[in-house]
């Protein structure tokens, strides 16, 4: 499997200069072929333009998805609405899902779920917080969000997990090489124990700040199957940094 690594532009990119941006993206890509797969997650009101723009160049995907294939909730977005507008993926159980939205696990299988039905790739967002990782319970607290946020038929054709540790996001706070490479040990040993044969090739991203200055390093750590980038895919130089750290 090809490391992925992908640009979740969360609530950025509302005018012509951003879109812009999947442009720049394009050539760079073209001009230095990836040797991992490339994803960028815009807002939602951009991701038919940006699929139609990009064709074959990189993959679009959303942000989040409603479980439910239609109906009356102001506001939402289906996994088919994403898929109809030209998505590949679909990001469900972010930690700014969970923390902002009280998301729970079930919500964020039943999302993954409809992500599947839309045919959809699901990446699956998981991470413990600093007081859970302080008080020891790092491993069990991701352990049980993998039991309760993977459903059972996930398989490297259609979900990635992505490693967030929220203590790592915007606080000053890093995750040594050794943290990383633990947890994505245990995250492994996890997706066998639960999903048997096909929990050894799910891919596994780290998401907690990767920077061009890190990316190498974390890419290179056993287990590490790629990169899901917050503020850092929304410079194109840094992010393809990143893309060009995938050997």
């Not at 507008?85 to 779920?113: F, L, M, N």
């Not at 600093?130 to 309760?148: I, K, P, S, T, Y």
């Not at 994505?184 to 066998?192: D, G, I, N, P």
């Amino acid at each position: 499997m090809r490391a992925l690594v992908a640009g979740n532009w969360k609530m950025n990119g509302a005018g012509q200069a951003d879109a812009a941006k999947l442009g720049e993206l394009k050539a760079a890509l073209e001009a230095n072929p990836a040797a991992c797969d490339v994803l960028i997650c815009p807002p939602a009101t951009l991701i038919a333009q940006a699929a139609w723009f990009v064709k074959d160049a990189f993959a679009i995907g959303g942000q989040d998805c409603h479980a439910e294939a239609s109906g009356a909730f102001t506001g939402d977005i289906s996994a088919e609405m994403l898929k109809a507008a030209g998505a590949s993926h679909v990001i469900v159980g972010h930690s700014e899902r969970r923390q902002y939205h009280a998301e729970t696990d079930a919500q964020v299988a039943a999302k993954a779920k409809a992500a599947w039905r839309a045919g959809l790739t699901a990446i699956i967002c998981f991470g413990e917080t600093l007081a859970q990782r302080e008080a020891g319970n790092a491993n069990a607290v991701c352990e049980a969000q993998l039991a309760g946020s993977v459903p059972d038929g996930a398989s490297a054709a259609n979900t990635v997990v992505a490693y967030e540790p929220v203590w790592a996001i915007g606080t000053g706070k890093t995750a040594s090489l050794d943290d990383i490479a633990a947890m994505h040990a245990h995250v492994r040993a996890c997706l066998v124990k639960q999903l048997g044969e096909p929990g050894r090739k799910i891919l596994i991203q780290y998401g907690g700040s990767v920077k061009p200055d890190n990316a190498a390093a974390i890419l290179a750590t056993p287990d590490v199957g790629g990169a899901l980038v917050g503020g850092a895919s929304l410079k194109v130089a840094d992010f393809m940094a990143i893309i060009s750290a995938v050997k």
